[in-house]
């Protein structure tokens, strides 16, 4: 199976490029999503090098997975944020400011996957059903 991690970075970086602050930006502010809009507006090009090197670390498993080592999903220190992998590798990806009810869900329900088409955002509710079937596929 190849991977077209270059690909999946150009479609990031159109992303990045077309985020702009909608009227609603600031009565929305909240310090995660301070966070990532000064990400996305002043540290693109180092966050999509950060997402093509954990893309480049990560190994494909059988079933598609991109994985990366540990026994618990790896996090990311990026310009004073920390998140998930597979959080960073998403949100940077899609460029999509995520409220405090957004989350980042696993279509594979593996956590240590990092593969960009795996993952896709939901809501706290459906992440909670997310959980429950990775427990009980014994995941
Ligand atoms: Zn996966």
Redesign the pocket.
Known sequence: MTLDVQTWLDVGRKNLSEHYRTAFHESLSNPSRDYWTCVFEEHAEAALSRVADLLNEAKIQA?????LGGATPRKVKFKGGRKYAYQFVHTVLTALLASYEDVVR???H?RN?I?PD??ISGTRAENYQDERERRYLGR
Do not use: A, I, Y
Not at 63 to 67: A, E, K, N, P
């Open positions: 079933d598609g997975c991109l994985v696993h279509t594979c593996n996957c593969r795996h993952l």
